[in-house]
């Protein structure tokens, strides 16, 4: 990148720069008029000094009002002249520093992505974030400004101060009297408001990335009862930032205070001066008024130019400021481009690995002169204790980490120097910490196909000009034309063909990982479109119809279920759900709210059962209190009556105190609400409190009737009924099948149930379908949604289903327990046969499954060869194995 902000901006916007001059330039014989004109309608068309009416202009013969008037006319013209000028350059400026911040963000994030790893130990996404985001906004601005402000502003100040001097030298020389005062200050001050803007940067930087250790560290500050540690560093951190702060508001203020003094200097002297030269008959009053008012004007471009100054101190500070952290040692200096590689040839013949050696950042080495030679294909385990250079050296074979010595050779391609398009395609890496987007977990999954687009989206004419407007603009700033709608998907280099096929090989690749069942659990509690896949919501439906008989035919299973029918009241759904009789689509009907639904109060008032819930509320508010009195906030109790939360409890309290049950019309109206809330919580099967009455049931399911037949049309497709014929929308996979609610208090009933839904779908053959389903599971911020266990499941995943002719894999299976470890590595050799596996192991033991094992210590290869051959008395992979 360039190294200054000026060659940044001449490199890349120096043919906008000379146009906004350009149009600069033309602008000043306008503005010179601008200030001529009202001196001329004073002296001439107002007083008539030196001219005789009527007069002849351009042949046409002008009385003094026409004159005037035609004087008046022409200013306006030439306002709007002006304004047109100004409006065309500043939406120019603006456009031409938005393209420039483009390309600069673009730029910067295109380094981050070629960081060397080690850079990441030293810089933390809290430094890193704001500089892109942050940062560099202001720097938009400047670019735009960076030389036609000061020469359009530049330019007015010329073409005033000429204009003054035309007028009267004296008074000319009063107007500028102090600015050179002004040009000698000011930079001086800013010079050291530049300085506390710089330390500010690195104090908030510093900040930021304090933050963010919080954020991540949060369970260890409680763990360890850190509060007050955290809260003290923090206050200290504050407390350098305010006093840097409130030092460059007192420096700014005092180059303000000058700006204005200086400034209002101005008037002064004209009002003294030119009153004196108009009294003594040296200066006309028209001349005076238009110099007044010339100077009026010429205060807005110094104050601008003077700003500028400022900002762009401000500016080249803080480009260099980010330059320099984007600028880390080993960062590859070879444009911005990526070069659309379509076609990679396989891995080949064999790694040469020779004298290799990597440091770290105090230079302190970990792998020292290694050298070997793997043949293609093969099984290669890397064992050794910690700290041996095992995961380094694997790092180095996926060209993740940089030799600082040495060389790795495949074939006679030097790694180092290797198209990322071959390292990308042809190896896969898997650590012990892969990282998992915050999207679906197939996204996360197919993630390692999706290196170009492949093809391009359908697109009608108006999102056709909108993409040739997008690539028009996004070649125009430097970043990348590429479609992110296009289909980017490598569907060959997985062996699929379409979307299908595709999937139908990630289900493989989960198979093989053991994590093929979790997506399959996913897929169950996941909802579909019936819309858009009606084959799958009539396979569903056939599921059901067999799940039913299967629980009809078998008395085993005989109470653990109770379905839903519209007659009668289902005492292990909730009163909400029996009361609507289906799910919410929205928030709509949402059962913390329902209390507040206009409709649903109508429902109950005709149904008679607004005082009867309301007196239900009562109760289950008065027992909740009663039981939960005395108990501590994080009590089981709490979790089983989830409907009311420990922190409401004070207010419950309150209420039932305050409020006898016989006077419940004196309720507040929120208080009403909070209580009628309650009951819709109710599970009368699960709760047992006793409150909810057959008549009330009855009642219910009357309610249920008139809800669905009176709904309005604008709440229709709020809610999806219960309805045995048809698939439930808003209601997920396992519940479409059960059709009911697995009933609270049956021994073993949710396992039993479960089992004999997996016989259903392994009888309709839909374990795949439900496993695709799962697929569209959002996996949260970083994976958060999964166990550390699945992350690294899906990882792995990732690196096997692009089909690497080399898999280098470095404990990516450390979380998991021994036999499941056992199990994915027999699955992942077999997989990969005919092909090539690196394998980091963290038990030696496991190297027997390998053709050749290399043992490290001390970052030195200690020796190396087949496994039989190793497997011996003194052996140093016996050692390691005892040591184990």
């Known amino acids: 990148m360039e190294s200054t902000i000026y060659r940044f901006i001449i490199r890349y916007s120096l043919r906008q720069q000379i146009i906004l001059t350009i149009m600069a330039g033309l602008s000043f014989p306008f503005l010179y008029a601008l200030y001529e004109v009202p001196k001329i309608i004073i002296n001439k068309g107002i007083s008539a000094k030196g001219i005789e009416y009527p007069t002849d202009i351009f042949g046409i013969e002008l009385t003094q009002i026409q004159y005037l008037l035609a004087l008046c006319g ?64 202001t720097l938009g601005g400047f670019i735009g400004d960076a030389f036609s402000l000061p020469a359009f502003q530049g330019g007015t100040l010329l073409v005033i101060l000429g204009f003054l001097l035309v007028q009267d030298p004296v008074m000319a020389a009063a107007a500028v009297a102090l600015y050179p005062l002004q040009a000698f200050l000011i930079p001086r001050l800013q010079r050291q408001v530049n300085l506390l803007g710089k330390e500010r940067v690195r104090l908030v930087r510093r900040l930021s990335d304090r933050i963010g250790e919080t954020v991540q560290g949060v369970q260890e500050v409680h763990a360890h009862d850190t509060s007050a540690l955290m809260l003290s560093d923090f206050s200290h951190r504050m407390s350098s930032i305010f006093f840097v702060r409130f030092d460059i508001y007192q420096k700014k203020f005092v180059i303000k205070f000058l700006n204005n003094f200086i400034q209002q200097l101005g008037p002064f002297f004209f009002y003294s001066i030119g009153g004196y030269l108009v009294i003594t008959g040296s200066l006309e009053i028209g001349t005076l008024v238009a110099a007044i008012a010339a100077h009026k004007d010429m205060a807005a471009p110094w104050k601008e130019l003077l700003t500028y100054y400022q900002q762009k101190e401000d500016a080249r500070i803080k480009y260099e400021q980010v330059i320099e952290q984007f600028s880390p040692s080993g960062i590859a200096e070879d444009g911005f481009d990526v070069p659309h590689v379509t076609e990679v040839p396989p891995l080949s013949e064999q790694i040469v690995v020779s004298n290799l050696g990597m440091v770290d950042e105090q230079d302190n080495p970990f792998i020292e002169g290694v050298s070997l030679q793997l043949k293609l294909p ?109 289909d980017w998907t490598d569907y060959a280099a997985a062996g699929a063909t379409d979307y299908s096929s595709l999937v139908a090989r990630g289900l493989q690749a989960l198979a093989i990982v053991s994590l093929d069942q979790d997506v399959y659990q996913f897929g169950l509690r996941s909802t579909i479109d019936p819309v858009a896949h009606p084959d799958w919501a009539e396979a569903i439906l056939k599921a059901r119809e067999s799940f039913a008989r299967h629980v009809a035919s078998n008395e085993s299973y005989a109470g653990m279920i109770e379905p839903f029918d519209v007659e009668r009241y289902n005492s292990n759904a909730t009163l909400a759900e029996n009361l609507m009789f289906g799910t919410p689509t929205d928030e709509t009907f949402d059962i913390n709210r329902l209390a507040e639904n206009p409709y649903v109060l109508e429902v109950l008032e005709e149904a008679g059962l607004t005082r009867t819930l309301l007196e239900n509320g009562y109760e289950v508010a008065t027992l909740m209190v009663e039981l939960f009195a005395d108990l501590p906030p994080d009590h089981e109790f709490f979790q089983q009556y989830s409907f009311i939360a420990a922190d409401d409890l004070e207010d419950f309290q309150s209420l039932v105190t305050r409020v006898k049950r016989d006077r419940l019309d004196d309720l507040k109206p929120e ?18 409190l006793g409150v909810i009455s057959d008549e009330t049931m009855a009642s219910i399911v009357t309610a249920r009737k008139i809800f669905a037949e009176k709904l309005p049309d604008d709440l229709k497709g709020k809610v999806a009924f219960f309805d045995v014929d048809s698939y439930n929308a808003a209601s997920n996979i396992q519940d479409n099948i059960l059709f009911g609610r697995i009933a609270y208090g049956q021994a073993q009933a949710s396992d039993k149930i479960g089992a004999l839904v997996g016989e259903v779908v392994a009888e309709l053959d839909l374990y795949d379908t439900i496993t695709s389903v799962g697929l569209g599971f959002e996996v949260g911020i970083a994976g958060t949604r999964l166990n550390v266990g699945q992350r690294q499941k899906l990882a792995l995943a990732r690196a096997i289903i692009k089909r690497p002719d080399l898999l280098i894999i470095s404990e990516a299976t450390a979380a998991l327990d021994s036999a499941t470890q056992q199990k994915i590595m027999a699955s992942v050799l077999e997989e990969f046969k005919g092909r090539s596996v690196v394998w980091s192991l963290h038990r030696p033991k496991d190297a027997k499954a390998f053709d050749h094992v290399v043992v490290l210590q001390g970052g030195r290869i200690v020796e190396q060869g087949p496994f039989q051959d190793l497997d011996r008395d003194g052996s140093a992979y016996r050692q390691l194995i005892a040591a184990s």
């Not at 997008?470 to 709608?485: H, L």
């Open 378 to 486: 093969s099984f290669v385990a890397l064992v050794g204790p910690s700290g041996s250079g095992r995961e380094e050296l694997a790092l180095a074979l996926a060209r993740l980490r940089q030799p600082d010595s040495g060389s790795i050779r495949i074939g006679d391609i030097d790694l180092a120097n290797a198209d990322s398009a071959m390292t990308g395609r042809r190896i896969s890496y898997v650590g012990p910490s892969g990282f998992i987007f915050n999207t679906t977990l197939g996204d996360n999954l197919f993630y390692s196909l999706r290196h170009l687009p492949l093809g391009e989206p359908e697109r009608d004419e108006t999102m056709e000009q909108a993409h040739k407007r997008y690539v028009q603009e996004a070649i125009r700033s430097g970043n990348s034309p590429d479609d992110i709608t296009s």
């Open 74 to 137: 022409l200013f306006l013209v030439l306002v709007v002249i002006n304004q047109a000028f100004k409006y065309v350059i500043n939406v120019y400026r603006g456009l031409t520093g938005e393209r420039m911040l483009r390309r600069l963000r673009f730029q910067l994030y295109f380094r981050l992505l070629r960081f060397p790893l080690p850079t990441f130990r030293k810089m933390s996404q809290g430094e890193i974030i704001p500089m892109i985001t942050q940062e560099v906004e």
């Open 671 to 688: 208080e009403r609400t909070r209580l009628l809330s309650l009951p819709f919580k109710l599970i009368q099967a699960r709760h047992r």
